[in-house]
């Protein structure tokens, strides 16, 4: 067959980045030269140049994920001799711990004290109800009185702890321990403990809250002088509530760091720390399972295969969705999510990477129309894509059908369409090497960090009762969505922003921010560290108990731990798209990793 030379312009561009040394992209509307079939008017194309990231290849491997959970070495016997005995201890010490509830519910501050540490240690989930009827018990008990004559701990725990369940807790509180212009007593900087209570309490402050806002800037600056002058134990839980507040952490790393840390402590309970050792094993083998079918089904799915340009992240986005809900009732839900988390992923890198815009168009159109006629009008990588997402999305959705019968398809098409045309708003931006208002930027920015495509599929996921007000919130961008999202954008941004414009990217937070009020980086930074911050007072107060709330307690929570996986992703760099050391051991540590323990008869 005769071969011909065509132009494309807005289609190609030819670009070769030396190893070490990253240039920036030509425009998407360079023109370049293409061999092509004379008589194909498509975008078969024989031999291309396209840019790449150079991103890092996989550092999981599918042996290495097939290889975890060797149970059998871990004592004799078979697996399922050895599940019995975990679950037959775990249940005689959850019954041990139940009763010490109860037998510490007459001392409130002891009761608060002991919730803490259960939830702290991974264990919440197991005493939900338990842990309900003593909060509500608390409530009754202290009535009006609450936070009078009480220690600045006591007052902190408790509006922590109550904040945390979606009670209604006011600031006034507080208002015992201010002086007669409203600024907290300098006599407090004695109370190591009760400082760093009210520091981890403070982070749980919503809009308006002013008071607490206050005590958040006080602590700060009280905690960092008083380094070196603490007990070991407690210097240590000041250290990691400065790195990073407990509301901020993602509950399953938080737990495996507070064993740890548990073990040290002087009067320790070793009920509690034998059932929470257990109980962590027992939930890594479940997302173990998880992982391999996955990884399975990753492997034949085949995308990472063909698609060189594209991050290939299958355990990355697994561990996202463990940041999200690891509790192991909600083993479906991971692996949704797990699934929509690579596609996002891998059609993220077509638009942000390879694709022309003109093909990024059609493939827009494609997802749109949710027509599987339309895979012809693509080329050859993007029909692979799309067939992909088509098929798995339908199937989530017969499964949904056939469940509950919710037919859901009409909700999560238009999440992968509205995903892909904000996608492609930032293709165009850079086409045209356009840098919009930071305003622009971020109504856009904050819909293509994907979050609220993730959620909508967790809410379908995770609900045993789908109901028409939930699914008119999800339409109209309820704030559950906006805010889990806004934070997931400004961290990725802080984290990614360098990589990005090295590409030739020129729209994202930071940059966006410079161009229009003319600060510097530093400062640009800062400022979205900010809106961080008031992203989650929002969000604290969309948490709030409300009778009138279309979701459950499980979807607002997985709402929550999105901002909280993403400020973990990105805190020291970007561990999704390279992910490094401390990455990798983190991973280590929640998936593959079980603590040593002795199991008692």
């Known amino acids: 067959m005769a071969l011909h030379l065509f132009y494309f312009p807005k289609q190609c561009f030819l670009t070769h980045n030396l190893p070490g040394h990253p240039m920036k992209k030509p425009p998407r509307g360079t023109t370049a030269q293409i061999r092509c079939s004379a008589t194909e008017q498509s975008f078969s194309l024989m031999t291309e140049s396209r840019r790449s990231a150079h991103y890092q290849p996989a550092f999981w491997s599918y042996d290495f994920v097939e290889s975890l959970k060797k149970r059998e070495e871990i004592c004799d016997g078979s697996v399922k001799e050895l599940e019995k ?15 010490m509830i109860h037998e510490k519910s007459a001392e409130p501050l002891t009761l ?20 309900k009827r003593s909060l509500d018990k608390i409530l009754l008990l202290e009535g009006s009185n609450a936070g009078k004559g009480e220690s600045l701990h006591h007052t902190a725990l408790r509006f922590r702890i109550l904040k945390q369940h979606g009670y209604k807790v006011s600031q006034e509180v507080f208002e015992g321990f201010t002086d007669q212009n409203g600024h907290f007593k300098a006599c407090l900087c004695k109370d190591v403990k009760g400082m760093l209570s009210l520091y981890e309490a403070s982070y ?13 800037a006080f602590l700060k600056m009280h905690l960092k002088d008083l380094e070196g002058t603490m ?13 990073l507040p407990l509301h901020r952490r993602m509950p399953r790393l938080e737990a495996r760091w507070f064993i740890e840390a548990y073990k040290r402590r002087e009067g320790a309970d070793d009920v509690l720390l034998e059932l929470a050792t257990l ?71 077509v638009y942000d990477v390879y694709g022309s815009v003109d093909e990024l168009e059609l493939f827009t159109d494609a997802v749109a129309r949710w027509d599987i006629n339309m895979v012809n009008n693509l080329p050859g990588y993007m029909k692979l894509c799309f067939l992909a997402l088509y098929n798995t999305v339908n199937e989530m959705a017969y499964h949904t059908l056939k469940e509950q019968g ?18 492609l708003v930032e293709a165009k931006w850079c086409h045209k090497e356009y840098t919009p208002t930071f305003e622009e930027y971020l109504e856009n920015g904050w819909r293509s960090v994907s979050g609220a495509a993730i959620l909508i599929h967790a809410y379908f996921l995770m609900s045993k009762n789908i109901t028409k007000e939930a699914l008119e919130c999800l339409e109209n961008d309820h704030e559950l969505l906006r805010w889990p999202s806004t934070i997931f954008r400004l961290c990725n941004d802080l984290a990614t922003s360098k990589a990005e414009l090295e590409r ?15 600060v510097s980086e530093e400062d640009a930074r800062e400022h979205m560290k900010i ?66 323990m002795n199991l008692k008869k």
């Open 504 to 518: 030739g990217e020129s729209a994202n937070s930071i940059s966006c921010y410079m161009h229009q009020t003319g």
């Open 85 to 99: 005995m975990y679950e037959d201890r775990a249940r005689k010490l959850e019954d041990e711990v139940k009763w």
């Open 279 to 349: 109980d962590f094993n027992m939930v890594q083998w479940t997302l173990q399972d998880d992982l391999q079918d996955m990884s399975r089904w990753w492997k034949d799915m085949g995308l990472a295969s063909k698609l060189h340009f594209a991050r290939d992240r299958l355990m990355e986005c697994f561990f996202w969705t463990v940041g999200m809900a690891f509790e192991p009732e909600f083993s479906n839900c991971r692996k949704g999510l797990t699934k929509v988390t690579s596609f996002i992923t891998t059609i993220d890198d």
């Open 112 to 131: 608060l004290e002991f919730i803490d540490d259960i939830q702290r240690l991974g264990l919440g989930h197991r005493f939900e109800n338990d842990i």
């Open 406 to 423: 919710h037919n859901i398809l009409p909700y999560l098409t238009k999440a992968w369409a509205d995903l892909c045309k904000v996608f």
């Open 531 to 596: 809106l961080i911050d008031e992203s989650w007072k929002k969000m604290n107060k969309v948490r709030e108990m409300d009778s009138d709330s279309p979701f459950a307690k499980p979807f607002v929570e997985t709402a929550i731990n999105l901002a909280r996986i993403a400020q973990c992703t990105y805190q020291y760099g970007d561990s999704h798209g390279a992910p490094d050391a401390r990455s990798k051991k983190r991973v280590l540590s929640l998936i593959v990793e079980p603590i040593p």
């Open 204 to 216: 749980l402050a919503s809009e308006g809250e002013t008071l607490l806002h206050e005590a958040m």
């Open 231 to 243: 007990d070991k134990s407690l210097e240590e839980l000041v250290n990691h509530a400065m790195e």
